[in-house]
């Protein structure tokens, strides 16, 4: 367990070192493409049911072929007797069968009926689905459609489609889960100035820990978090590297050159220990032109 949360903690501060540099293997340019939304309708069409089978009439009775015994051949009125009684067993089997039939008839009326009725249920189900389907499709057509005209806007430098651009760039770099994301963007047409008030992270934002270890004898884990002058190096760095890569993201991202410069201002919410409120103050501002800033190497300033 020591080992694994060592591990957390070493990961944990080797993502805000990396900060800047993880930006710089990503292409920051919107791609239309995986905005838009290819996914298939999820329900499945409706089965057809299967028909349950109706019953079928057992074969007709037939008569049972009399084979007289000696004395019933010697004496007619035994063997008459015994014709009759043949007959009066075939009649019963022949009656018998009609109601058979009957029944079978009875009982094929209502498989008959279910029958329909499954087929009529599922008829309706699957128009159902179909209805739902197409509204479906018809949805993501939709939403696709806005995604190119969102796409041909920004492509004719249209002002408020400069400003939501980037708002999705920004708002698709990733950061620590406890870094605020929040950020106001103005775009100025006259001058191509982009103007970004960004909320940076506080020092609390910034994780600590640095090693967990086990002490056998005490059968406890033990933390150790980096020193105040290493955390205060590590904070000045984060937020300039912060500041870095979202003009980088800017810049790179600016496929129709409609920014010539950006205005960053960062922004910082942290309680100020002398009153016991929380504030909000601009800590950092910097504005920089696009081709100056290009022939930076961010991979090796300091």
């Given amino acids: 367990?020591?080992?694994?949360?060592?591990?957390?903690?070493?990961?944990?501060?080797?993502?805000?070192?990396?900060?800047?540099?993880?930006?710089?293997?990503?292409?920051?340019?919107?791609?239309?493409?995986?905005?838009?939304r290819f996914d298939d309708f999820s329900e499945t069409k409706p089965v057809k049911p299967n028909n349950k089978a109706l019953m079928e009439y057992t074969s007709e009775p037939k008569k049972e072929t009399i084979e007289f015994t000696f004395f019933e051949k010697m004496f007619k009125s035994k063997k008459e007797k015994r014709i009759t009684q043949n007959e009066e067993t075939y009649k019963k089997r022949i009656i018998d069968w009609e109601n058979e039939k009957k029944r079978i008839d009875e009982k094929n009326i209502?498989?008959?009926?279910?029958?329909?009725?499954?087929?009529?249920?599922?008829?309706?189900?699957?128009s159902e689905w179909e209805k739902r389907k197409d509204a479906f499709l018809e949805e993501r057509e939709i939403f696709n459609d806005k995604i190119e005209q969102m796409k041909k806007s920004y492509l004719s430098c249209?002002?408020?489609?400069?400003?939501?651009?980037?708002?999705?760039?920004?708002?698709?770099s990733q950061y620590p889960d406890t870094f605020p994301k929040t950020f106001e963007i103005e775009y100025v047409p006259d001058t191509k100035i982009l103007i970004i008030e960004y909320q940076l992270p506080s020092q609390d934002n910034l994780p600590k820990l640095k090693e967990v270890k086990y002490i056998a004898s005490k059968k406890e884990l033990k933390e150790t978090y980096i020193s105040e002058s290493v955390l205060t190096k590590m904070y000045d760095d984060t937020i300039y590297k912060i500041s870095l890569r979202t003009i980088h993201e800017i810049f790179e991202s600016d496929v129709v050159n409609a920014i010539n410069a950006v205005s960053f201002n960062g922004w910082v919410k942290s309680i100020n220990k002398g009153t016991g409120k929380e504030e909000n103050?601009?800590?950092?501002?910097?504005?920089?032109?696009?081709?100056?800033?290009?022939?930076?190497?961010?991979?090796?300033?300091?």
Avoid: G
């Fill in 281 to 302: 103050n601009c800590i950092l501002s910097i504005q920089v032109q696009k081709d100056e800033f290009q022939n930076i190497d961010l991979r090796n300033i300091d």
């Fill in 110 to 126: 209502k498989i008959n009926e279910q029958n329909q009725e499954n087929i009529r249920n599922w008829e309706i189900d699957v």
């Fill in 1 to 36: 367990q020591a080992s694994i949360l060592t591990q957390e903690a070493e990961n944990s501060l080797r993502i805000i070192e990396n900060i800047l540099i993880h930006t710089l293997s990503i292409d920051d340019a919107v791609d239309w493409e995986k905005l838009k």
């Fill in 158 to 172: 249209n002002p408020d489609s400069i400003t939501e651009y980037c708002d999705m760039v920004l708002s698709n």
